[in-house]
């Protein structure tokens, strides 16, 4: 085969030599050609307007192959559907594609312009543009294959761009995911998978992330194989082992049963290292799936769900105890059936699968507890308890984007598995109301809890008055000043938007975005922050900065220095305020540039002037003519 290989190779390269045009090759070579991937389909209606013999290659049975490696190079998850629907009209299919694609682009270039004058703020929502998306009727798939090529493109252009896409993919998938867990919910207790819930969960929580219950069992399949190769040492008659790969059948001898969990914690805890996370306990990380699996160390939840899911499908059934502080399996040593405490195993998969008695659980909490605790739970009550320790951690949070995120996403599942519980419904209103985004949900959500429970009236009467004023305020909102650089009040501003600067006392690096001639925080901030220490005081400029460790943070301008390497600053806010970043700055996107109009040109004023001071021996009229000219250019853009 690497000789006929080799032989097709020489003779295709024979050809091209030979060719005098591109018409003298054989049609398949032509079309061999055409589905090369940095052709797009411009190139090729460009090719097929030059002759009939090339407009027949593009438009006639060779189509099929160059159009759908078109569709597949723009659009790469349709690999996988690519041999199911081989027949299918792939030049329809990119037109129909493209076009939306256009809608979509209009669309999600247009939300700048809409929420730039609002105040940013976490987890900000963007309404009606979702709708507007969805209102397109085309298949789901469609919007979201575009919304990815718009953030695999040129990872420094078009920030703003693959910002707003970010978002909008993030909702889109938020909500698929939630009508997949109603729908998993609605299914009979007895056909819901704990670990098909513990993915729903990770994948709400983590949509932009490529999880899927495919992916995760195939992970534990292989897990599985280790665990029976294991087995095989200690008892190669095990009748489970005369399984064929992939099935297994109940083991209800409780011996062979012990030989299989034996096997099990050798290859998870000693082969493959899994373990508690003792020290980084409240990480949200040890409660996603897929993380537990990748980094291999989670909760006492997470685990025992990893850790029941692989001894339920090698034939030994294990049943998930909602434990108060540290969730357990149990293990029945008698005929199923028996409700008796005292004739279970509770196996503590956080604790390397340790087998315990029931008056020894009781030792992991330091307290007795009545019999209920003992009791097995649904997979409800598991995704439940799963959710609520990640509504817990994001209780914790220390109140960046991060942990709001995090609180906002483990409230969406919590209610949508309990929809009624006006305790977190209220909670969820007063996070919203307090971020300042989706007055209307907020409504909603307090007629709901006012239906649910009238004594809360007080508290909803409160927030809707406070919601209501939001609303009108939005009506009525303001537009920010414009701060032009040339005002006398502006003359000892430094530095403008874009610049990668480094502050000189903490160290960290960041991009600016924004400046006041003065400090205009309040009183209370400047004592807090020590800023009568400053030898300027707040009487000097401070600017709005992106940090690199994903904060905003407000800085004056003598603790500020242009950074002697500029680099990119991976803050999840940059493409709100900048479309661009080149070399060694970024370029303000349009509406910044509305609000500070003569700082590009500043900024890239300061960046040639920095280039230049690198170059020894320069005249400095030739200095001078080259500013002038980087200026004009700027201006120009």
């Known amino acids: 085969p690497e000789d006929k290989q080799h032989s097709s190779t020489v003779n295709i390269v024979v050809m091209l030599c030979h060719a005098k045009k591109l018409t003298d090759l054989p049609t398949e070579l032509i079309e061999h050609i055409l589905c090369f991937p940095v052709l797009n389909h411009v190139d090729i209606c460009c090719v097929s307007c030059c002759c009939k013999r090339l407009h027949d290659v593009c438009h006639g049975w060779g189509s099929l192959e160059i159009f759908s490696m078109l569709n597949i190079h723009r659009w790469p998850r349709l690999q996988k559907f690519y041999h199911q629907n081989v027949c299918c009209d792939w030049l329809k299919e990119y037109m129909t594609r493209y076009r939306v694609g256009i809608q979509i682009r209009g669309t999600v270039e247009s939300i700048s312009k809409r929420f730039f004058t609002e105040v940013p703020c976490v987890g900000q929502v963007l309404g009606d543009s979702f709708a507007e998306i969805e209102s397109l009727g085309m298949p789901k798939h469609f919007c979201e294959d575009e919304l990815l090529f718009i953030l695999n493109t040129d990872k420094r252009k078009s920030l703003t761009l693959k910002y707003y896409a970010r978002k909008i993919l993030y909702f889109l998938r938020q909500q698929n995911i939630l009508r997949s867990l109603k729908t998993f919910l609605e299914q009979p207790e007895e056909q819901q998978s704990a670990l098909e819930g513990a993915v729903l ?74 373990k508690g996370n003792e020290l980084d306990y409240y990480n949200p990380l040890n409660s996603y799936i897929h993380q537990v699996l990748l980094r291999r160390t989670g909760i006492p939840i997470s685990l025992s769900v990893l850790y029941m899911t692989l001894a339920n499908k090698l034939g030994v059934h294990l049943e998930p105890v909602n434990f108060p502080n540290h969730f357990l399996l149990r293990w029945c040593q008698r005929p199923r059936g028996s409700e008796d405490i005292y004739d279970f195993v509770y196996v503590d998969a956080f604790g390397k699968g340790k087998q315990l008695t029931a008056k020894e659980c009781e030792y992991l909490i330091g307290h007795q507890v009545s019999a209920d605790y003992y009791n097995a739970i649904s997979t409800t009550e598991v995704l439940l308890r799963m959710v609520g320790n990640l509504l817990n951690i994001g209780k914790r949070g220390e109140g960046n984007e991060k942990s709001y995120q995090l609180l906002r996403d483990s409230l969406d599942l919590y209610l949508t598995i309990n929809p009624d519980n006006v305790q977190y419904l209220l909670l969820q209103a007063r996070l919203y109301f307090h971020l300042g985004i989706w007055p209307e949900k907020v409504l909603d959500i307090l007629q709901h809890i006012q239906a649910l429970d009238p004594s809360q009236h007080g508290a909803v009467g409160y927030l809707v008055q406070h919601t209501l004023e939001h609303i009108q305020h939005k009506k ?162």
């Open 201 to 274: 969960v990770d994948q709400y929580c983590n949509p932009l992330a490529d999880v899927t219950l495919e992916g995760i069992s195939m992970q534990l399949d292989e897990m599985i194989e280790k665990v029976k190769k294991m087995l095989r040492l200690k008892n190669p008659s095990h009748p489970s082992l005369r399984c064929a790969q992939g099935t297994c059948f109940a083991i209800d001898d409780s011996e062979l049963q012990r030989q299989m969990l034996w096997a099990l914690n050798s290859v998870l805890y000693e082969q493959l290292h899994f």
């Open 476 to 637: 009525h909102a303001v537009c920010p000043e414009l701060k032009r650089r040339s005002a006398p009040e502006h003359v000892e501003v430094q530095y403008s938007v874009g610049l990668i600067m480094k502050h000189k006392r903490s160290g960290y690096n960041c991009v600016i975005y924004g400046w006041d001639p003065k400090c205009t925080m309040s009183q209370e901030w400047i004592t807090t922050m020590r800023v009568h220490q400053l030898s300027k005081g707040a009487n000097q400029p401070f600017y709005n900065v992106l940090v690199q460790d994903g904060t905003c943070r407000y800085a004056a301008q003598e603790n500020l220095e242009p950074h002697s390497a500029p680099l990119e600053i991976g803050h999840p806010e940059v493409g709100r305020y900048f479309s661009e970043f080149v070399e060694s700055y970024y370029v303000a996107n349009e509406e910044l540039q509305t609000r500070y109009p003569e700082d590009m040109p500043e900024t890239l004023g300061k960046q040639t002037s920095e280039y230049l001071i690198g170059i020894p021996c320069i005249d400095e009229q030739i200095k001078e003519h080259v500013l002038m000219l980087s200026n004009k250019h700027c201006l120009r853009k």
